[in-house]
């Protein structure tokens, strides 16, 4: 049984939003979302002893970040942990 995540959150939104969606849209998602299946599911294959599973999640991390950086996204990742911290208070 494959693990919930948020592929299939995003999925599942997508199905029942109520307001149609550009086919080009649903197609993006859905091809991005068996992208991160196919992923999960070779590191899975890929019997990684403990220390090769942190080595593999620091190295996806430090790529993320990067991402973050180059693409400008991660002032958007930091408003939205504010946003949170305000709705906790």
Request: proline share 4%; net charge neutral; glycine share 2%.
């Amino acid at each position: 049984a494959e693990a919930s995540g948020p592929s299939q959150a995003s999925a599942a939104l997508l199905k029942s939003n109520p307001c149609p969606l550009p086919r080009e849209y649903a197609e993006v998602v859905s091809a991005r979302s068996a992208a991160v299946r196919s992923v999960r599911q070779a590191v899975r294959d890929a019997s990684l002893d403990h220390a090769q599973q942190t080595e593999l999640r620091a190295v996806i991390l430090d790529n993320f970040r990067e991402w973050l950086a180059l693409s400008g996204n991660a002032r958007q990742v930091v408003d939205l942990q504010r946003l949170e911290q305000q709705q906790q208070f």
